[in-house]
C-alpha cells in the first residue's frame, strides 16, 4: 500500500486569537504548533512541518486524534509543555525518527520541507528506452563505489568508480556524457557513480555541492548508498568521516536520519556510522545501548569495523557486561578481514594480558600484521590502526617485549607513526634523539619533534615538553619556553603543569613574581585533588603570601594534602598540633602526624619525633627512642639531631657512652 500524505496549510488558519486568554482551549485544533499557542503567535514554514508531524501521529495510532478527550485547558497547555501520545513500539524506526522530529517543540529542531519531500515524493520518471527497474530474470546493472580515503585528512582523490555489470566484471567510468544522460533518465545507479566521480573530481571538475545533488536525487529514488553517502556529508567536521565542509552545510542529525534510513534497509556501512553517532551522541541522545545493537547488526552482516567496536564495548563493558572472550571473538572476526584497528586490539590484549595469558611474541605478531599493511588508498580508520601499530611495533623493540631489544628497529618504527602525526611517537622520537638511542644525539631534532607532538594540543606533551625545558634536558634550560608550554597544558586542566605554573610565579623562574597568581594556579590543582598544590597554598596561607593569613586555613589545605600521604603536609599539622596553632592543641595527634611523615622519611619530622620520646610529650619517654630517631635524620644531614646525638654518646644516654662518636 502506498500512501501519501499533504500538509494543506492548516496550521496558518487557527493562529491564537484574543479570546483564548480568557478561553484556554478556544478554536485550538491538536496539530496546531506550541508556537502558535501563545500570547504572541510566532508562525514559521516549521509551524506546518508540526502539522505534519501530528497528521503522521495520528496514522501510527489508527487516526485516534491526540488530546481528542482532553479539556480544554489542558488542550491548550500540553502542546505548549511538549507533551504528547506514546508512539506504537512496533513504530518502524524511520517513520518514528521523522515524526518526532516535526514534533519538536524547538521550531528550529523541525526538518525542513525540502527534507520531507525528499523523504515521501514521487519517484522522478525514467525514460521509456531505460525503465527504472528490470525484471528479476534480468538484475538491474548497479553501480558500486569503492571510496576509501587516501590520507588522514579524508582526501577524496583515492575514490574509485566501476560499474557492475551482469556478468560480474567491473569496469571503470570514465565518459560522463552516457552516465549523465542515465542519471538524468532515472538510473539510481549512474546518479550514485556520478555523484562520486563529482566527490572525487575523476573525469570531472570536484564539486561537493554536484556530489551531494546527485546523492540526494539517488537517495530519493532508494539508493541505501547514497543515504549513506548524504549521511557522511551532513556529518561534516565530525569523527572520522570527514574533517572538511563537504558542499552541505554540518547537521549531525540530518546524517544521524540519513543513515538510519540507509541502516534499516540493511546497509552494514550505515549501521556501524550509525553506532558510531550513537556512541558519541552526535545528532542526538547519546545512547551506548543503541550503539551496541546497530554495531551487532552490521557486524554481523560482516562489517569489519562493526566488528572492531563490538569487540572493543566487549572489552570495556560499555552497554554490555565485560567478557574478555567475547571481544576477542569479534576483534577475530574483523582481524581476519585484515583491520588493522582489530589487529593493533589484539597486539594490546596479548601485551597486557587482558583476558588472556600475558604473550609478547603474540603480540608482536598482531602489530607487524597490521604495521606491515599498505596504507594507500585506505580508510582513516584502517589508517589509524596501522599507524598505532607502528608505534606499538617501536615500542616493543624498545623495550625488549617479545623481540631482541633493538634502538634501531625501535626508531624505524617509531619514525614511521610520527611522520603519520602519531603524537606519541613524535615525543618518544625527540627522546630517542635527546639520548643518541639508534641514533646520533640531537637537541635541535628533538626539539623539533616534541613540538610537532605538542602542537597538536596533548596536554600530557605540552607538560613533558615544559618540564625539558625547566630542566635542560639535553636542550638546555630556557624557563620562559617552559611557562609557555604548562600555560598551554594547564589551560586544559593538566593539574601538573598548573601546579609548575604557582611554583614559577611563586619564585619568580621565567615570569615576573606573583604571589597572587601563584595561589590562582595552585587553587586550580588543588580544587583537582593535587596533593603538593594543596600543601603549597597551605603554606602560602600560614605565610599569608598572596592571601589573607589564616592558620585555619592552612590547616584545611594541609589536612586534605595529608590524607593522600604527603609528608610535608603531615609534618606541618604535627607541628600545628603540637603548637595549637589553627587547631586545638594536642601532643598525641602531633605525634601521630609526624610518625606519618618520618616514617617517609620526613627529615625534620624525623627530629621532631626524636624529641618527643626524648621529653616524653604525648609518648612515654624512650632515649632509645629518641636516639633512633635522630640517627635517621643525622643521617640526611640535620644538625640539630647529628648535635643531639653527641651529647647522647657522652653521656651514654640511650646508646652506649662513646666519646669517639660524640666527638
Known sequence: MEVKLCDIGLATVKARSASMSTLPGEN????MAPELLTDTPKYSTKSDMFALGMLMWEMAVNFTVPLKDKDSHTKAIEPESGARMALPEDTPPNYRHWVER???????????????????????????SEPETTSASEPETTSAIQAQSAAAGNSPSSIRIVEETNDGVSEPINDVGPLLTRANAGDVGAQVALAAKYESGIGVDQSDTEAFKWYLRAARLGSTTAQYKIGSFSLTGRGWIYQNDRGVEHDDKEALSRFLISAVEGDPMAQCSLGLLYQSGLGGKQDSHQALAWFRRAAN???PYAQNSLGWMYQKGHAVERDPVQALVWYGKAAAQENAQAQNSLGLIYRKGLGVEQNHVEAVSWFRKAADQAQTDVDPRQRMGIVNAQF??????WHGWGVEQDDTEALSWCRKAAEQEHRQAQFNLGSMYIEGRGVDQSGIKAVSWWQKAAAQGDADLQYSIGQADSTGRGVGEN????IAWWTQAAAQGHVEAQHCLGEAYSNGRGVEQSDVEAMSWWRKAADQGHARSQFSLGVACFHGRGVDQSDVEAVSWWQQAAAQ???GAQYRLGRSYSNGSGVEQNDMDALSWWRMAAEQGHRLAQFNLGSAYFDGRGVDQSDAEAVSWWQKAAAQGDADAQYNLGIMYSNGKGVELNDTEAV
Open 479 to 482: 624557563a620562559v619556553e617552559a
Open 102 to 128: 516535526c514534533c519538536e517543540h524547538d521550531p528550529d529542531k523541525r526538518p525542513q520541507a525540502s527534507e520531507m519531500v525528499a523523504m515521501y515524493s514521487e519517484p522522478e520518471t525514467a525514460s521509456a
Open 565 to 567: 600521604g604527603h609528608a
Open 28 to 31: 485550538i485544533h491538536h496539530w
Open 301 to 303: 552482516l560482516g562489517d
Open 392 to 397: 606499538n611495533l617501536g615500542l616493543a623493540y
